[in-house]
């Protein structure tokens, strides 16, 4: 059981960090293997809309012309089992780096009819550390745009820095919950 966690913020000792390394530490605790990446640290070139009509190459062919860290990271997610999308709420929103990560998964994956994600299981966390506002906006954003990547989406995690240190227990439970392979099929 592969677990990969993706990080929208920078600072590793912040709140979106902390939120990844308690879940990390449940499921390990459970038998995972793990890995993160923070995104902002990688080479991650924004989508180029290639073509006239808008829709370039990669619809059909699943992978992006652009040479950056994008494929490196799309090989880790089709070898998980578990993709965590972790992300700092950013004027009520998605960050930056995730947002442009996201853009161009969407771009191999959505009209794809066997996607890289498919039937891979993925958890969305929105960390707003501010006012608190935008958790929830983000979670709907990010719960949409992985359901049109074809994940099967088992999560979404809205925290606010008010409510951070009550949310820990429940976020090391998560990662134990994940080594049982939950999925949302219906029963
Ligand atoms: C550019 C920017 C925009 C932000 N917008 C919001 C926001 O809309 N709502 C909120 O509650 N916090 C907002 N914040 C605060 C971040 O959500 C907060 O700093 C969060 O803890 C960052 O996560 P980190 O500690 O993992 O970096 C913003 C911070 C930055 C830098």
Not at 58 to 64: A, F
Not at 75 to 104: C, G, H
Not at 119 to 141: F, H, N
Not at 167 to 181: A, I
Request: aromatic share 8%; net charge neutral.
């Amino acid at each position: 059981m592969k677990i990969l966690f993706l990080s929208g913020s920078r600072d590793r000792n912040g709140r979106t960090a902390g939120s990844i390394q308690t879940i990390i530490t449940g499921a390990e605790k459970a038998g995972a293997k793990t890995e993160s990446f923070f995104l902002p640290e990688l080479n991650l070139q924004h989508c180029r809309q290639c073509d006239a009509n808008g829709w370039g190459s990669c619809r059909k062919e699943g992978h992006c012309v652009v040479e950056d860290d994008f494929q490196m990271l799309v090989n880790k997610i089709q070898e998980s089992d578990v993709v965590v999308f972790a992300t700092p709420v950013y004027f009520r929103d998605l960050s930056e780096s995730m947002k442009a990560f996201l853009d161009k998964l969407r771009r191999i994956s959505a009209f794809n009819p066997d996607p890289k994600t498919k039937g891979i299981s993925a958890v969305g966390l929105c960390m707003a550390g501010g006012g608190g506002g935008g958790a929830i906006s983000a979670c709907m954003y990010l719960e949409s745009t992985l359901q049109m990547c074809r994940f099967d989406v088992i999560d979404m995690i809205p925290i606010r820095r008010q409510n951070f240190e009550i949310k820990l227990p429940m976020l090391e439970l998560t990662g134990e919950w994940l080594v049982t392979k939950p999925t949302s099929a219906a029963e």
